[in-house]
């Protein structure tokens, strides 16, 4: 029986793509459906899309494999937005007022339009974090309706190479697939894992990958840092392997023996791993490449918390990712980082209900694409899916440019925090705000014309012969009264 209800989300990782379809149900709890993967190390490095054509492929591959699970077609997906080059840049706004004026939402809008249309050499504006708005010397969160001659905005600008955000919404053109929504994967990723004690207190959150290690550092409720670090779990496995053995090998290896921290006096000099069945690996020389990559991975995490925060994090540090299965991970970061609270985060705070065993193994590896489940809003069902075709049902691509068409183009003053607008999006915007333009200066031409037409009417009507020629016909007009 095909299904009428349900979302669609799509995470695009270093090794593999996923697609995940669920529903939510009345009382907030998520079901999940279907769950698919493709093999993505052909198209994507470090998280971002470098060979568009097989990107789409394999994104037009899940979709449809969604589909025929689904019995149903699929109109809109939800998409994450993460990768190498993601990074945050903070910036202040200011506006100086020539006397005490009261704050209004429209000078609030002012400021974070100017913040938005900050220019940055090959990188694009993806979210714009409020960090605070300073009035006069006050901090305020809120600062509508308080009287100040200076007011001045703190904003966390959250930028991405233009050419990775241009690739990422080329591939989804090129497979004709509608994006419903982009979102941060990283802010999607935290509100599904960290408590609000962990935020509001100040955290670190660790989502450690394939290829990169991606770092979120929030205090009192706000994201204060992003970054993401081109370092990850095939780099342990790609060190392993230069011990003469085949990267599966190697991969097999590490997720059997592999060890975020060995104390030296358990490490048995005489032990030997094997590699196969002729070959061997000394323990002690296993464990100092392992040890030695996490090493470096853990202080490349560590360096991208703020001065400012090190000292702040009471809500600890929050791992999750598939790298955080490795063990004695807690004990590595502690050690490192001299954070006594280390959380590894296994699974989403949502309720989640599936029979899908990549669900239910709550390792930590689905919680980014489970994250961008849990935010999505808007119905991906389209109608019910005829593998053999039907002749009678509405063009898929008709089905997709209704759901395109039921969200207008947002302004970026209007996105909630997290969404990052689609090119597509952007460029209809772009168009309703040049119409607009037009139209209050086509408005102003007319204002400006009728008030330049009444101001002649007047000068004709008040100068000298104008009063002339009435005083006149006035004249006249009296002599032939009198002579009737």
Known sequence: MALKDFIVAIELGSSKITGIAGKKNLDGSIQVLACVKEDSTACIRKGVVYNIDKTAQCLTSIVNKLEKQLKTTITQVYVGVGGQSIRSLRNVITKDLSMETPISQDMVIELMDANRNMKYPDLEILDAAVQEY????????????????????????????????????????????????????????????????ERRSGCALVDMGADTTTVSVYFKNILRHIAVIPLGGNNITKDIA???????DAERMKLKYGCAYTENSDIDNNMKYSIDPDRQVEVRKFIEIVEGRMEEIIANVWCQ????????????????????????????????????????????TQTITSSINDINAHDGKMNTVLGLLAKGDINCAGEEFDPNGNL????????VDAAAELRRARQATE??????????????ADEEARLKR?????????????????????????????KAFRGLKDFGKKIVEEEE
């Open 134 to 197: 300073k009035v006069d010397s006050q901090y305020q969160l809120d600062p509508v309706g308080i009287p100040c001659t200076h007011f001045e905005g703190n904003f966390l600008n959250i930028l991405q190479r233009k050419t990775f955000y241009k690739n990422l919404n080329s591939c989804f053109e090129v497979a004709n697939i509608n994006v419903a929504e982009m979102y941060l994967a990283p802010l999607a990723l935290a509100d599904s894992v960290l408590t609000e004690a």
């Open 242 to 248: 230069s011990l003469q053995m085949e990267e599966a």
């Open 305 to 348: 918390v703020p001065e400012e925060y090190c000292d702040k994090l009471l809500g600890g540090i929050v791992l999750t990712g598939g790298g955080s299965n490795m063990a004695n991970i807690e004990t590595a970061f502690r050690n490192y980082t001299h954070v006594d609270k280390i959380r590894i985060a296994k699974f989403v």
């Open 392 to 399: 009678f049902a509405t063009p898929k691509q008709a089905q």
């Open 415 to 428: 996105i909630p925090a997290g969404v990052v607008r689609t090119a597509e999006e952007i460029r209809r």
């Open 438 to 466: 037009e139209e209050e200066e086509r408005a102003a031409r007319e204002e400006a014309e009728n008030k330049a037409r009444e101001e002649a009417r007047k000068k004709k009507e008040n100068s000298f012969w104008s």
